[in-house]
């Protein structure tokens, strides 16, 4: 693997879980593969758990880890290009990323989208220059448009937690107070495309995400209707992709135990954090149906084949 951008880095799935269920098992196996080798973390927004798991997975891998809050820690950047650099940005991308790489083996960004102009955010721009300009591999800590370490953990944690063969799995729109990406959301139907899944989203009508990700996917307007004989129900918020950007209140959509009652006693996943009693209630964040922290467990182990497999390839 050079890069890991996006599902399209990944040349066999299937493949690319057992080996994160044997780095579950066994994470200490290669902990020689990384000695003097480095990661870089470019963090542009905030972090708990991608930060976390990624510096335990290369420890595990002998690694060493510097992280670097673009936004407190060092100059603000530039992307465009032929500008006169008289303003706000002190340092371009351009002499940026070759400079990271310089200094890292292996670089992983984080950057969300502005949420305003949705060609912009949909254009990749920071991950790509990352690419453009670099001369290491880049792996996507959740970028504009994807979160493929968060959908590569859901796929796994899917797997662990199925009780039938093909499990039906909901993805379900909940309320939140502020704009969020689509990010996640894109990413897991790229990836829950690829499974044995019966796959069925939910949303309130007008909130429908691009359909270069929602193409051949069942869309249900009726949140009640979507969950009978759900097995997993993946929450997410998501604010508009039509209208771009918009916050969408339907506090209705938030899930709680009343509406899980028609599922097939369904796990409840979300990607955390998640603000409780907004997006999820505490009856269901607090019942048998959570599996959100054995989720968030597990972005340390597919954080640690991804890059193993990086490192592999290096
Ligand atoms: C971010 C999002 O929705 O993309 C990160 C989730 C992993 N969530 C928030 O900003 C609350
Ligand atoms: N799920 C996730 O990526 O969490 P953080 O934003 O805390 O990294």
Redesign the pocket.
Known sequence: MKHFISIKDVADLTGLIKTSKEIKQNPHTDSELGRNKTLGLVFF???L??RMSTTRAAYNLGMNVIALNVSSDSWQLEFSDGIRMDGGTAEHIREAVPVLCSYCDIIGVRS?PALVNREEDYSEKVINSFIEFGTCPIVNL?SATL?PL?SFTDMLTIEEFKSVDRPKVVMTWAP?I?A??Q??SNSFLQWAKQMDFELTITHPEGLELASEFTEGIQVEYNQEKAFEKADFVYV???SSYQDYGKVVGQPDWEITLEKLRNTNEAKVMH???V?RNVVIADNVLDSDHSIVIPQAQNRLYTAQTVLKEILTSL
């Open positions: 927004n905030s972090s758990r991608t969300f959740e979160h968060q939140h502020k969020l990406p990010a996640v997410k918020n998501w990607c955390l954090p603000r």
